[in-house]
C-alpha cells in the first residue's frame, strides 16, 4: 500500500511548495482556479478521490458523505476548524477525519492582538482619514481611543490560542481573565495571573475587552447570543477570531449602532463571505478577510500537516490529527 500514490483530490489552491511535495507523494488533483470548488465538482471529487483535501470554505455535510464513493477513506483537512465537515456522518461511512491543530495558534493570537489595539486605538478610522486626505493635523480632542494597560480581558475558550493570546495580552497591561469548560492547568494560568470565571454571562459583565478564541461546534452556536451581548458595557470591545457562528452577528451591529458597544474587532464572520452591512458602515468596527492562519509560514506548516496525515494514513499507521467525536 506505501508504494502505491493514492488519489488525491485538493480542494483549493494552496502554497507553491506544499503543491509540488504533494504531486511528488501523491496522484494529486488540485484545483486551479483560486476560489470555492463548485458544488457539483466536489460531489464529484468525492466519487473518485481517496483522499480529499477541503478547506474551510467546503461545506461537507451529511449529503454529500452520502453519496461518497467506498474509495474515500480519508478527509485530510486544510485547517485546525472542522465544523465544515460532518465528522459524525463520515466516521459512521467509515471516513477518517484529520485536521491541522497547533501550527495556527501564534499567527492567530497575533491578530486577535492586532484587532484589540486597532479597535482600542481606532487605527483602522484613522488610516482612512488620512487615505481620504481629511487629516487637518494633531487636536487634543480628535479621534481619542482608550489605554488598554489596566483595563479587563475576558478570553472566552482558553486553548492555545486564548492562551497565547493572554501572553500577548498580558504584555500590554491587561489583565487576563477566561471563560472555558474548566479550569487550565496551573502550568498555564499562573504565569498569566489568569482569573477562571465558571459563568460566561458574569465574566461578559464585568470586562473591558472580549475575545472569542473558542471552536464552533453545535454547542457554541451564538454562543454570546443576543441576551449575552446585552450583557456587556457599553464601552466595551469584541474580537473573534474564531468562527463567525459563535456570534450573534445581527445583534452585534445593532448594538454597535446604537452605541451599546463601543467597538468590534472581526476577522471571521456567520454568513462568511457576506458581512453584515450595518458593519460596513460603523467606523468602531475594524473588518478583516479571514486573516488569522495567513502568513506564508503557517500555510506551508499546515499543507505539511496534511501531508504527514495522508502518508501515515496510507502506510496504514494512525494519522497523528485524527479527529474524534470525543473532540468536538
Not at 495558534?105 to 486605538?121: G, K, P, Q, V, W
Request: aromatic share 4%.
Amino acid at each position: 500500500m506505501a508504494d502505491r500514490k493514492p488519489k488525491v483530490v485538493v480542494t483549493r489552491k494552496l502554497p507553491d511548495p506544499v503543491e509540488v511535495r504533494m504531486r511528488e507523494l501523491f496522484d494529486t488533483e488540485f484545483n486551479a482556479a483560486d476560489r470555492p470548488m463548485p458544488a457539483d465538482a466536489l460531489a464529484h471529487a468525492m466519487t473518485t478521490a481517496e483522499v480529499l483535501v477541503p478547506t474551510v470554505t467546503d461545506r461537507i455535510g451529511s449529503d454529500l458523505i452520502e453519496h461518497a464513493g467506498p474509495q474515500l477513506k480519508l478527509i485530510a483537512n486544510f485547517g485546525a476548524g472542522v465544523d465544515h465537515i460532518d465528522v459524525k456522518a463520515a466516521i459512521g461511512r467509515g471516513i477518517i477525519v484529520t485536521n491541522t491543530p497547533g501550527v495556527l495558534t501564534e499567527d492567530t493570537a497575533d491578530i486577535a492582538m492586532a484587532l484589540i489595539l486597532a479597535t482600542a486605538r481606532r487605527v483602522v478610522e484613522g488610516a482612512d482619514v488620512v487615505r481620504a486626505g481629511g487629516f487637518a493635523g494633531w487636536s487634543p480632542t480628535w479621534m481619542m481611543g482608550v489605554r488598554l494597560r489596566g483595563k479587563k480581558l475576558g478570553i472566552v475558550g482558553m486553548g492555545r490560542i486564548g492562551a497565547a493570546l493572554a501572553h500577548r495580552a498580558r504584555a500590554f497591561g491587561l489583565s487576563i481573565h477566561y471563560y472555558n469548560r474548566r479550569p487550565v492547568p496551573v502550568s498555564v494560568s499562573g504565569p498569566l495571573d489568569a482569573a477562571y470565571w465558571d459563568s460566561l454571562d458574569q465574566m461578559l459583565a464585568h470586562m473591558d475587552v472580549v475575545s472569542v478564541n473558542c471552536p464552533h461546534t453545535p454547542g457554541t452556536f451564538h454562543l454570546l447570543s443576543a441576551r449575552r451581548l446585552r450583557l456587556m458595557q457599553p464601552h466595551a470591545i469584541l474580537v473573534n477570531t474564531a468562527r463567525g457562528e459563535i456570534v450573534d452577528e445581527a445583534e452585534l451591529a445593532a448594538m454597535l449602532a446604537e452605541g451599546r458597544l463601543a467597538g468590534v474587532g472581526l476577522d471571521v464572520y456567520e454568513h462568511e463571505p457576506t458581512v453584515n452591512p450595518r458593519l460596513l458602515k460603523l467606523p468602531g468596527a475594524v473588518l478583516l478577510p479571514h486573516l488569522g492562519s495567513a502568513t506564508l509560514e503557517t500555510r506551508v506548516e499546515m499543507g505539511e500537516k496534511v501531508i504527514i496525515n495522508i502518508k501515515a494514513f496510507m502506510d496504514g499507521h494512525r494519522p497523528p490529527d485524527r479527529v474524534l467525536l470525543s473532540m468536538l
